[in-house]
């Protein structure tokens, strides 16, 4: 089953989504505003978001703007709008496509299963695997058994790099190129802070990560 995050700031259109998707079969969940809706989107396996723009605090722009920024998902805004240069600004942020309101059932459906026939048909998900554990460079986020655990950019390209070179050791000079793109204002101890981040959150997620992203004293970190 598909799930779709669908974010507005009025209930009743919300509400309204959610009676036009549910007969056909699609899971829904509702934010209200864009901080909520971003936590939902880290919780849970989001497949297609109707998002959208004009939201009092944080808009449909930024939150787009803020899934891109760790996911490929497809984004559809609904706009009240029919102004090219917000249309042109939503796409610029990366959402896929945009619906006017008003919109009947038979459009909101066909964009949806558009969407998401586009995304299946395109490839399978770009994965590294290593033992037991699977990167998905499509989604940024990794799995072990049965935990997918969502990551930063930084957290991502931190684990791309070292497991695409197992037993390598990184220093944090290595490291700190990998995520950061020689950006020369940040100090090398960020990349420590990153990856005590990072372990806590696999942790959580019951990651034997502790033997698996070793500390090599005086040197860095490797993956074992």
């Known amino acids: 089953m598909k799930t779709i995050l669908l974010i507005d700031d009025e ?51 930024e939150v ?4 891109r920024e760790q996911s490929t998902v497809p984004v ?13 600004k939503g796409l610029d942020e990366g959402a ?8 009947d059932e038979r459009e909101l459906t066909a964009r949806v299963r558009a969407a998401l026939r586009r995304v299946s048909d395109e490839y399978e998900p770009k994965t590294i695997q290593e033992g037991p554990f699977t990167l998905n460079l499509d989604s940024y986020s ?38 950061w793109e020689y950006d020369t204002y940040t100090e090398v101890r960020t990349v420590d802070s990153h990856i005590r981040n990072l372990r806590d959150k696999l942790k959580k997620s019951d990651f034997p990560i502790d033997e698996i992203l070793v500390t090599v004293w005086g040197i860095g970190y490797k993956w074992k």
């Not at 909520?36 to 605090?57: R, S, T, W």
């Open 96 to 103: 896929d496509d945009y619906i006017t309101k008003p919109f």
């Open 76 to 88: 559809i805004l609904l706009t009240a709008r029919s102004n090219t240069s917000d249309v042109v």
């Open 142 to 179: 990794i799995l072990y058994d049965t935990h997918e655990v969502r990551l930063t950019m930084k957290e991502f390209y931190i684990i791309e790099a070292m497991m695409q070179r197992p037993n390598r050791t990184f220093t944090r000079e290595d490291l700190l190129q990998v995520a």
């Open 64 to 67: 787009c703007r803020k899934i």
């Open 11 to 61: 209930q009743r259109m919300l509400d309204l989504l959610e009676l036009f998707l549910l007969p056909h079969g699609y899971r829904c969940l509702q934010a209200t505003d864009g901080q909520a809706a971003l936590d939902l989107f880290q919780k849970e396996n989001i497949h297609l978001v109707l998002l959208d723009i004009m939201m009092p605090g944080m808009d449909g722009w």
